[in-house]
């Protein structure tokens, strides 16, 4: 057998091996929550050697993460829709659609919201990872807004990044009363209440 084969081989093994361990690891999560959840406790439900998983990852807080952009790359790809309104309503329209869609994905990811919140808590490693998914989304609505200020639809003189941090932020406070089952009105209802604010405030 070649080479290239047997490294193929040993690829796809290597590629089965870390998908059974970040699944062991999600149904951990899922069971126990993320303080009490061991990766010993997810080594043993994916059947695989010790040795083997830490090749993969150091811990559980590695695996989380893994886990964690996954679903929140479903969240972003929302705010990666087209942004490229020639008026206020179509930009609301637009907006309106994004929040909703936004607010929903949380509503169907609320098992492991939950978790990536405990973690959030606890651990300055997912706290940190946390972060920096929040400044990815931030930028690329910045991106939007100077999209909508340089075509003369929204208030120039406001600064982009700063609308963004707030229309971001609002945004998450509604994800985490969700995903707490503690939010007031529907999904739709608030999606449409927070898109009327802000596209109140910014378009012209």
Request: charged share 25%; hydrophobic share 45%.
């Amino acid at each position: 057998m070649s080479q290239t084969k047997v490294e193929d081989k040993r690829h796809l093994r290597s590629m089965v091996t870390r998908q059974k361990l970040l699944q062991a690891a999600k149904e951990v999560f899922l069971q126990e929550g993320f303080q009490k959840a061991t990766i010993s406790q997810m080594i043993k439900k994916a059947n695989i050697g010790y040795g083997t998983a830490y090749v993969h990852f150091e811990g559980k807080e590695d695996l989380l993460i893994v886990l964690m952009e996954d679903v929140m790359g479903r969240f972003y790809e929302i705010a990666e829709i087209s942004f490229l309104p020639n008026s206020k309503k179509k930009a609301e329209e637009i907006i309106n659609k994004q929040a909703h869609s936004f607010l929903l994905l949380a509503e169907a990811e609320r098992d492991m919201m939950q978790i990536f919140e405990q973690a959030i808590g606890v651990s300055s490693l997912v706290s940190e990872k946390w972060k920096a998914i929040r400044e990815k989304f931030i930028q690329r609505i910045s991106e939007d807004v100077a999209y909508a200020q340089q075509n003369g639809l929204a208030r120039a003189e406001l600064n982009h990044e700063i609308v963004a941090r707030g229309w971001f932020f609002t945004n998450e406070m509604y994800l985490w009363e969700i995903i707490r089952n503690e939010h007031h009105g529907s999904v739709a209802e608030i999606a449409k209440t927070i898109t009327a604010v802000y596209v109140t405030g910014l378009y012209l």
